[in-house]
């Protein structure tokens, strides 16, 4: 890495990755609760949707941003100048572009450049969410470079778990700092969360020796896509709810550490 970006690195901890092994696992919906949850407790917070080709957090949130990471990467804006405020949530966001192939075949180089600016740009707010895009390929892994933490979500799916573990197997090989959590969603129950948590946590610690935490377990919630279908968040539609209030819990341990 470069000397710059070895420096910044030191003043990143403010930034928090969110990542899955599998689409499909509420990890979309997870980052953009995260962040309004953050906001609620008087952080300025920023939402960075790193799904590079296949971005949807504006879609989920009904905004129509006027500028969005294509604008960046053409040249044409700054990623300061590319962030959206969303008053409705009191957070800003940066989206991405969906379905843009220009965006998901960014070059190495340019991405790196990318990872640096949002690195100084992390300076302005107190906290700064990374929607990544799922997997483990080398976009992924080079946005994840700017994160202090990651939060790895995952469900009770078989195949979730296993692309989870090789996430955080490849993850914790390259980035051994690397503060590496998990969030277990969409569980029938609190306890069936916790059984998922431990089957992950025994493959880590058998064959990886590391122990990531438990950030969080968010039950199964119908007002999930009740929510994302009336392209609000869940805080204000139905705040009360179990998810909600999940991810609540999530945002204020991540405060205190």
């Known amino acids: 890495m470069a000397p710059r970006a070895t420096g910044l690195m030191a003043r990143t901890r403010n ?10 696992v ?18 300025r917070a920023l939402l960075f949707d790193g799904d590079l080709g296949l971005a949807n957090v504006d879609i989920q949130l009904g905004l129509m941003p006027n500028h969005d990471l294509g604008s960046v990467m053409s040249g044409k804006k700054t990623l300061n100048q590319a962030a959206t405020a969303y008053p409705a949530g009191n957070f800003d966001v940066i989206a991405g572009r969906s379905g843009s192939g220009s965006l998901a075949n960014i070059p190495p180089g340019r991405l790196q450049i990318l990872v640096e600016d949002l690195m100084l740009m992390s300076q302005s707010y107190d906290k700064v969410i990374i929607d990544l895009g799922a997997g483990v390929d080398k976009s992924v892994r080079l946005l994840s470079r700017a994160a202090g933490s990651m939060l790895v979500v995952t469900s009770d799916e ?9 996430l955080i197997k490849i993850t914790a090989m390259e980035r051994r700092d690397l503060d590496i959590r998990v969030v277990v969603n969409a569980c029938n129950s609190t ?9 992950l946590l025994k493959a880590c610690q058998g064959f990886l020796k590391i122990s990531p935490p438990l950030a969080g377990i968010v039950r199964r919630d119908t007002r999930v896509r009740e929510s994302i279908r009336n392209q ?12 909600a209030m999940d991810v609540e819990a999530i945002a204020e341990r991540l405060l205190q550490g």
């Open 158 to 166: 078989p195949t979730s778990l296993t692309d989870a573990y090789a």
């Open 15 to 24: 930034i928090i990755a969110i990542a899955s092994g599998k689409g499909g």
């Open 191 to 199: 306890r069936e969360g916790e059984r998922t948590y431990q089957t």
């Open 232 to 243: 609000t968040p869940i805080l204000t539609r139905f705040p009360s709810s179990e998810a």
């Open 26 to 43: 509420g990890k979309t919906w997870f980052s953009i609760t995260l962040a309004h949850a953050l906001a609620k407790r008087g952080c």
